[in-house]
């Protein structure tokens, strides 16, 4: 142990002349390692560990899906179904339903609006949820017992009610019901996240509550699931084939609509897991593949590295090779060296991998499921000793393979005068070669990640949506009949012009983008489907207020709206594809106008316009800006400031509290804010895209540099001959820089090659996070050809700008 | 024994000195070196280690700098040419064979020895680049290891590829550093007796040697100490023939 502990403080002592050496290792090798830890925990979470549920891997998620011919119809549910499995299924040990909605919180002084859970009592019991104070729901809150309890969550007892120890018993006022709190969640449940975007409920109530149609087939919802437990020795195809045979009997009773030739209703049932998480496993092997890559470049340069300081270490080498030393002897100290190195790495690496973390948990928690529970336990620590272990060896192994023991004892032999050791070619062509196309194909995938982004982000709504802002407003039950609500619009409408800054203004059932739509199909009269598009139902102001252009035909006018009318406008997309099944298919949109569409019930619709395109980041993909609009009085509204004017909710409020007291501002934001959360998860990936690409390149230069600065040390000998038979420097460097690009040239090929069919593959699964652009592609790769050249020319340069005797007496 | 008075001289140093710089130390490898070579002398520079003969060899050469003094080569002052102008005066008139041979391993025989041509200026055509290449190994004797790598060969072997590279391009002056160091004293003797034909056929040579017996070959012979040439047994001989 003794022997142990003053070889480390040789070998320590060794490594403090040589700090600058020392810092890029442990500079290069901690940030990527850092930098692997994290994406290792991110994959950990995602992939290998299990949900923090009681028997988590029995717990399926239940979902539907609507067959209709050869569409897919998914992500929406029918209640009735739902219900329906609810009470009759055998096969499960358990199942629990949610519904996840929002509502004003009226028995606080802001009435803010809150998202809640509607449940059934199962729920609780299912995910093993951790009850702070209190209690969860019971049988007491049973499907149809209709009792009004209400769980909070801590964050909400904490923000809003100061911690009160009293607070079991107390009541709030949601919408217009009133609840009973019965208990509080505690912070560390990890609400599922998959079928809504954001599951961050404050308050649960019971399932009796949901005030949704779950009698009738007419209406489908998206932010509704069931959770099943499964029995033992069941399995999802079981439950599967009960749900089918269950409610399609049912559904093909009761549910059919339109005259598609097949239509059905059928289980979409998965393990929880692979629910929560879906494609975005894909992301995070992404993520992890792209640290590896980093890892694999930073190894190369500290490969190199490690050549050059066996380089310097020569001396010590021979004399110990002198004394006696064999192989396993030197592999020991070079061993030893390495070992403090990739430890010290470690360590730091370990810290900035808990930065790495925090960060991403405060960032990207919108865009990545389960980030709540990410955090660097005793699996990813093993794995980073494990590396730095293997790492250590593998820097080692590398470095005694090019000294050659043999070549050692001849040093001792020779005069040494001028003479330097010559690496095989082979050995340095590889090095530069791998470099280049790790460090390539990093940034290919990078730009290819970037472009895809930029795209989203640079795209034109189609509007311009400064100064524009969305009001939806609560009107309770006090106003039963459509001619009530009609009048309350129109007063509505008055007095919101009334306010300071409004330019214009317009009723809409949603705001031009927003996230989730309505959808319905549109038929021929031949009962074929058109289109399955999604539709708002709008005023005779909302085109101008919004800034949408007429392409053809007309807008809505008052009469339109006050009637109800059977009039339709279509997008420009919608239209185009209406056009492209009608006839022969080439028609223009102007031959639209006038022209009769069906709804799936058979009602007519008359098409009366054709106006611009929206572009909604959230699902241009699926809809390419179809879209629908219908006339309709609503008490939703879409309101244009004029420049230089602010629209605020205070504004709203007092002219409320005026005006009308009994309505409660249920949402209010700017459609600029909408945007950039519709866009943020992109803002994301550009941001982590750009700063992995920077970093690769980084680290590409480093790697590139010091294995062309190592070529040309180990050249030095060869370079100074060529000086001192005449070559002149233009020569030198031309015929350095030529035999230099040769494997930088190969390095670019095969990563061209591998990304190629990494794009083919990956592009199935992950298309929606790759663009191809050749502007983005190429300023990549020139810039990596400009540090590549760079880094040929200047060690070159160095040399040949001195004597030849320092070469040649490798000084 | 060419008559130094009348001729116009190859080389001519004047009060060359070389200063090593470190830190905190200078060390004078050379001082107030005055000497002169004239067309088909053979030189020898002989000394105890350190004494400064390989760096005076490399100042002759053009391989280094003198920290000051002047240096004229065919009667042009080499201290304000560019490094281009140096590596061709090099490529033209230098013939420089080193102790440890410094053939590049990578290549072959047939390449080290064409290589001072590969960088004259006008290109040569590759017609006169293998005549000159044939001729210069048939004078050392080593037409037939053309295709050979220089670590395939012995010592002896790699020292006569060395000589014919440095003569493939018709130098002025051979410029030769311990030539027999690395060898044994049968392949010595045979690297010397090559040497000595050649300047029998009127090449200029400049040789550094410690060993007596090869500095003998040499009709001129100085010696150094601590970097200052102690005595011109030659010159001074030759200075009485002339009186």
Redesign the interface.
């Known amino acids: 142990m003794r022997l142990l502990i003053n070889e480390l403080k040789t070998t320590a002592a060794s490594l403090s002349r040589v700090p600058g050496f020392v810092l890029t290792t442990v500079f290069t090798l901690s940030l990527t390692l850092g930098v692997l830890l994290a994406a290792f925990s991110l994959n950990h979470l995602l992939i290998f560990k299990a949900l923090p549920y009681p028997d988590a891997q029995q717990l399926i998620l239940m979902e539907q899906e609507l067959q209709e011919g050869e569409r897919r119809f998914s992500g929406s549910q029918y209640f009735v179904a739902q219900k329906l499995m609810y009470q009759q299924q055998k096969s499960l040990d358990a199942m629990a339903l949610v519904f996840r909605s929002s509502a004003i919180l009226a028995s606080l002084r802001e009435k803010p609006l809150t998202e809640l859970s509607y449940v059934s009592p199962e729920y609780f019991d299912m995910l093993g949820t951790p009850i702070l104070m209190g209690r969860s729901f019971s049988t007491q809150e049973n499907l149809d017992s209709n009792k009004a309890s209400a769980l909070i969550s801590e964050q909400l007892w904490r923000e809003q009610y100061g911690e009160d120890v009293e607070i079991i018993g107390q009541n709030i006022i949601l919408g217009e019901q009133q609840y009973k709190i019965v208990g509080v969640v505690s912070a560390s449940f990890a609400e599922p996240g998959n079928f809504a975007d954001d599951a961050n409920s404050q308050i649960w109530l019971p399932w009796d509550f949901h005030g949704q149609d779950e009698e009738t087939w007419n209406y489908v919802y998206s932010q509704t699931a069931a959770i099943g437990k499964l029995a033992p020795a069941t399995t999802i195809a079981q439950v599967s084939d009960e749900f089918n045979s269950l409610v399609d009997p049912i559904f093909q009773q009761n549910g059919r609509v339109g005259t598609a030739k097949h239509q059905a209703i059928i289980a979409q049932f998965q393990d929880l897991q692979s629910a929560i998480i879906g494609d975005n496993k894909y992301i995070a092997l992404l993520i992890l593949l792209g640290a590896g890559v980093l890892l694999l470049i930073a190894c190369a340069n500290i490969v190199n590295l490690f050549f050059s300081r066996a380089a310097q270490r020569q001396r010590a080498l021979v004399i110990q090779a002198t004394l006696g030393a064999k192989l396993k002897h030197l592999f020991f100290n070079i061993w030893l060296e390495s070992l403090l190195l990739c430890t010290a790495s470690m360590v730091i690496g370990l810290i900035i991998a808990g930065w790495s973390i925090e960060l991403l948990r405060s960032v990207a928690s919108h865009a990545l499921p389960r980030l709540a529970e990410l955090s660097l336990d005793l699996t990813a620590v093993a794995f980073a000793c494990l590396l730095t272990l293997t790492l250590s060896l593998i820097f080692a192994f590398i470095t005694l393979r090019l000294i050659n023991h043999k070549q050692l004892i001849s040093q001792l032999q020779s005069s040494g005068k001028g003479t330097g050791a010559q690496i095989n070619s082979k050995v340095r062509n590889a090095l530069v070669a791998s470099q280049i196309c790790l460090a390539t194909l990093l940034l290919l995938v990078t730009s290819l990640v970037m472009s895809n982004a930029l795209n989203v982000l640079n795209h034109p709504l189609g509007f311009d949506d400064e100064n524009l802002y969305n009001l939806k407003l609560d009107i309770g039950e006090g106003y039963p009949e459509k001619e009530s609500k009609m009048q309350l619009s129109r007063d509505l409408l008055i007095q919101l012009q009334t306010m300071n800054g409004v330019e214009q203004i317009s009723r809409a059932s949603n705001p031009p983008i927003r996230r989730g739509s309505n959808n319905t199909g549109l038929f021929n009269s031949d009962n074929v489907k058109l289109g399955h598009f999604s539709f708002v139902t709008i005023d005779d102001n909302y085109f101008n207020t919004v800034g949408l252009k007429v392409l053809a035909g007309r807008s809505y006018n008052q009469q339109d709206v006050r009637d109800d009318s059977d009039n339709i406008v279509l997008s420009k997309t919608a239209a185009t594809k209406v056009i492209a099944d009608t006839g022969d298919g080439k028609g223009k949109i102007e031959d639209l106008i006038g022209q009769a569409v069906y709804s799936a019930g058979g009602d007519i619709w008359t098409v009366i316009g054709v106006v611009s395109d929206v572009y909604n980041p959230y699902n241009h993909e699926r809809t390419q800006g179809a879209m629908m609009y219908f006339s309709s009085s609503r008490t939703n509204f879409v309101i244009r400031m004029q420049n230089g004017h602010v629209l605020t909710k205070s504004d709203i409020l007092r002219l409320l509290d005026e005006h009308f007291a009994e309505i409660k501002v249920w949402q209010f934001t700017s459609v600029s804010d909408i945007h950039e959360q519709l866009v943020y998860q992109k803002q994301l990936t550009l941001w982590l895209s750009l700063v992995l690409g920077l970093f690769a390149l980084l680290l590409a230069a480093i790697g590139i540099y010091g294995v062309i600065s190592y070529n040309s040390q180990m050249r030095r000998y060869e370079l100074g001959i060529r000086m001192s038979l005449g070559a002149k420097s233009k020569r030198i460097l031309a015929e350095f820089i030529g035999e230099s690009f040769a494997p930088i040239a190969a390095g670019f090929f095969l990563s061209l090659v591998l990304a190629v069919i990494l794009y083919s593959y990956a592009q199935q699964h992950i298309n929606q996070w790759l663009s191809f652009d050749w502007l983005m592609i190429s300023s990549c790769l020139l810039a990596l050809i400009v540090i590549a050249l760079a880094a040929c020319y200047f060690p070159a340069r160095k040399i040949i700008a001195s004597d030849p005797i320092q070469a040649l007496r490798n000084e | 024994m060419t008559n130094h008075i009348t001729k116009k001289a190859l080389i001519e140093l004047k009060n060359i000195q070389k200063v090593y710089s470190k830190v905190d130390m200078e060390t004078h490898a050379l001082r107030d070196i005055n000497m002169s070579i004239y067309e088909g002398d053979y030189l020898s520079i002989s000394g105890p280690s350190g004494c400064g003969k390989s760096t005076l060899l490399?100042l002759l050469?053009l391989?280094?700098?003198p920290t000051s003094g002047s240096y004229l080569i065919k009667g042009q002052e080499v201290a304000n040419l560019t490094?281009?102008d140096r590596?061709?005066?090099?490529?033209?008139h230098i013939g420089?064979i080193?102790?440890?041979f410094?053939?590049?391993?990578?290549i072959s025989v047939y390449d080290n020895v064409a290589?001072?041509l590969?960088?004259?200026e006008p290109k040569l055509s590759a017609k006169e680049v293998d005549e000159q290449v044939m001729s210069s190994l048939e004078k050392v004797e080593m037409q037939h290891r053309c295709s050979h790598k220089p670590n395939q060969l012995s010592g002896g072997q790699q020292q006569r590829i060395a000589i014919a590279?440095a003569l493939v391009?018709k130098p002025s002056i051979l410029l030769v550093d311990e030539p027999t160091?690395?060898l044994d004293s049968k392949n010595g003797d045979l690297v010397m007796a090559l040497l000595d034909n050649l300047n029998k056929e009127g090449t200029t040579i400049c040789m550094v040697t410690h060993d007596p017996r090869y500095a003998d070959h040499a009709k001129i012979k100085l010696n150094l100490l601590d970097g200052i040439i102690l005595d011109n047994i030659a010159l001074a001989s030759t200075l009485q023939e002339a009186v």
């Open positions: 490399s050469g391989l280094d700098t490094a281009d590596a061709e005066i090099r490529n033209l420089f080193f102790q440890a410094n053939l590049i391993d990578e290589l001072p590969k960088y004259r590279r391009g160091g690395n």
